[in-house]
Antibody
Framework: QVQLVESGGGVVQTGRSLTLSCVAS????????MHWVRQAPGKGLEGVAI????????YHADSVKGRFTISRDNSKNTLSLQMNSLRVEDTALYYC????????????WGKGTTVTVSS | DIQMTQSPSTLSASIGDRVIITCRAN??????LAWYQQKPGKAPKLLIY???TLEDGVPSRFSGSGSGTEFTLTISGLQPDDFATYYC?????????FGQGTKLEI
């Protein structure tokens, strides 16, 4: 079945780095744009980054621009998020999300991986 | 960036009620709008896209309407499983942004 499984979350101190990974299965990964969406504790959803299906384009939210980098390896069905210079406000549940083939809406979500940044 | 504003933030309702959640965009987004449902401890689930198209498997008591800057999500005949938080999201152009959420409670 279609599945996205995130990993790599954990507890880190401010200023440190962390890399999140997402392994996709059950669909043609290389055909879909992919997103990272985060949710701070008790808060709403925030789009973090998007990468085109072939990796040719990437966009990052202003809140993470210059610190986070989204990437993908279509040969390994894997999406990544390199997070540098982490801040307390980056503490959140990070979801790996598939973009539909017919538009920008998000039709498959992983269960998420938790990142906690402590001072 | 386009801003999405949902109302109300919290909605109290009872089983069998018909409820309406509103989402407004501060720019014209045509029908580039999706609705998601999120239950506590779970990932969001796509309900509606293109403002009014029901995702496969979503019960027909859910419906969406609107275009331009004003959109609604209607749930007709609330079921116990519907008590959750609902988010709207525009998806053209990037950056896609979400509304702040509407918590539907008993």
């Amino acid at each position: 079945q279609v599945q996205l499984v995130e990993s790599g979350g954990g507890v880190v101190q401010t200023g440190r780095s962390l890399t999140l990974s997402c392994v996709a299965s059950g669909f043609t990964f290389s055909s879909h744009g992919m997103h990272w969406v985060r949710q701070a504790p008790g808060k709403g959803l925030e789009g973090v980054a998007i990468i085109w299906s072939d990796g040719s384009k990437k966009y990052h939210a202003d809140s993470v621009k210059g610190r986070f980098t989204i990437s993908r390896d279509n040969s390994k069905n894997t999406l990544s998020l390199q997070m540098n210079s982490l801040r307390v406000e980056d503490t959140a549940l990070y979801y790996c999300v598939r973009e539909s083939l017919t538009g920008g809406y998000m039709d498959v979500w992983g269960k998420g991986t938790t990142v906690t940044v402590s001072s | 960036d386009i801003q999405m504003t949902q109302s109300p933030s919290t909605l109290s309702a009872s089983i069998g009620d018909r409820v309406i959640i509103t989402c407004r965009a501060n720019q014209n987004i045509a029908t580039w709008l999706a609705w998601y449902q999120q239950k506590p401890g779970k990932a969001p689930k796509l309900l509606i896209y293109q403002a009014s198209t029901l995702e496969d498997g979503v019960p027909s008591r859910f419906s969406g309407s609107g275009s331009g800057t004003e959109f609604t999500l209607t749930i007709s005949g609330l079921q116990p499983d519907d008590f959750a938080t609902y988010y709207c999201q525009h998806y053209n152009p990037y950056p896609y942004t979400f509304g702040q959420g509407t918590k539907l409670e008993i």
